[in-house]
């Protein structure tokens, strides 16, 4: 029997992904209790975003106590569900209404990005599914859109140095995702989804001078976007051939549009971040966790707290560091990878129901993700250690 369908958790996550559940939200504290709100996590994440520099300290001095996590997902979730059913009208209303919502307040852009990368999946199988919708809806620029995601998504999962073999897919896939992106940029040229995979396309090619390029052109668009300058930002770090410098000036630019939209008061974060990250990575965690600390005085990052959340990982400081992964759950409830590493923490602290619910989220998020995959045979491994029957 597969242990990861035996907790009456699991069945209950499975249960809310019914829509007709869509305004219930369940909340698990570090013990395991469980309660519901009819507060979505944007609500939540308002609410997050307050007295960011004060939580960043609270969670040193008190790093027991008990902190409540929303558990997410519902963008990600629903959007691979309709492509299950090949519900492709449904999946175009659905990305329709994320896009006009993003066009009315640029604050809500991340719902568009989060709803396209719920087609970023670790299936050789689906690509047939966006073969159809892209068939039976040839004049819509979404289901090229979503084909792109995938490509790019297989693009990433490919190390080119490895052979010339894989050199040859690496850029196959990047040619099929440009080639999806062209279609949907002759249908529709505003949708910021393109400048996204346009960046991440041109990152995977390393050709700055195009990064640059689609951000100047995405900004016709979009001049108040937070989400491609912090994309570009990330993709220009001195380890990715740019420089701290670069950053500054895409920083201050973004600054002089803040009055349009606030969450461009964040971007200054981003070279405090890197830096912490340079730190850490060179196991020198204190001073990565005072960097990580400063970056996040501008305001509520998920990126950031991750960051914060692995360094104090590193350090077997494991309940620090579910303080921390709950932060960047309770801010973006949409990444996997902040579900795949609150489940391993729960290991270290021996909470094996909490990691089972954890790892089913994280693979609701990521069908097929190899990591996830990874730490399910792990965390199976360690289960049986424990002693506990199957």
């Known amino acids: 029997m597969d242990i990861f369908v035996k907790s009456s958790a699991v069945v209950l996550f499975i249960s809310l992904l019914n829509p007709s559940y869509a305004e219930v939200y369940r909340i698990v504290d570090k013990e395991g209790k469980v309660s519901f709100s009819d507060r979505s996590p944007t609500e939540l994440q308002q609410q997050a975003t307050q007295s960011q520099s004060v939580e960043a300290l609270d969670i040193d001095r008190n790093a027991h106590s008990t902190d409540p996590v929303i558990q997410g997902g519902e963008i990600k979730v629903s959007m691979i569900r309709l492509l299950s059913q090949q519900s492709y009208l449904a ?15 640029i604050r809500d852009e991340d719902q568009l990005i989060q709803a396209y990368q719920a087609f970023q999946m670790n299936d050789p199988g689906i690509d047939e599914h966006f073969d159809l919708w892209v068939a039976t809806f040839p004049a819509s620029h979404h289901p090229y859109l979503a084909r792109a995601n995938y490509y790019i998504h297989q693009a990433v999962l490919i190390n080119p140095e490895t052979n010339q073999q894989l050199a040859e897919q690496h850029q196959l896939l990047i040619s099929k995702a440009e080639r999806d992106i062209s279609q949907a940029m002759h249908l529709d040229n505003s949708n910021l989804g393109n400048y996204t995979l346009m960046l991440s396309a041109a990152r ?3 050709d700055h001078s195009d990064m640059k390029s689609i951000v100047n052109q995405a900004l016709g ?20 051939g740019g420089s701290y410098r670069i950053m500054q000036r895409v920083i201050d630019e973004a600054l002089q549009q803040s009055a ?8 200054p974060a981003y070279i405090d971040y890197d830096k912490g990250q340079t730190h850490s990575l060179k196991s020198d965690y204190q001073t990565a966790d005072s960097l990580f600390v400063k970056a996040l005085s501008y305001g509520a990052n998920d990126i950031i707290w ?4 692995i360094n104090f990982y590193k350090q077997h400081k494991y309940r620090k560091a579910l303080k921390a992964f709950n932060r960047a759950i309770l801010i973006n409830p949409e990444n996997s990878a902040y579900y795949n590493w609150r489940c391993k923490t729960h290991v270290q602290l021996n909470q094996f129901e909490l990691a089972f619910e954890t790892i089913e989220y994280a693979d609701a998020l990521s069908p097929g993700d190899d990591s996830i995959k990874e730490t399910k045979n792990w965390l199976a491994s360690k289960f049986k250690r424990q002693g506990y029957g199957l």
């Open 204 to 206: 995977l090619r390393n």
């Open 91 to 105: 999946l175009n209303n659905r990305l329709t209404d994320y896009q006009n919502k993003m066009e009315r307040n």
């Open 260 to 267: 349009l939209n606030s969450r461009l008061k964040l971007l």
């Open 221 to 240: 668009f979009h001049p108040a976007s937070f989400r491609i300058r912090s994309d570009y930002l990330l993709f220009i770090t001195p380890t990715q």
């Open 306 to 309: 991750q960051a914060r959340a």
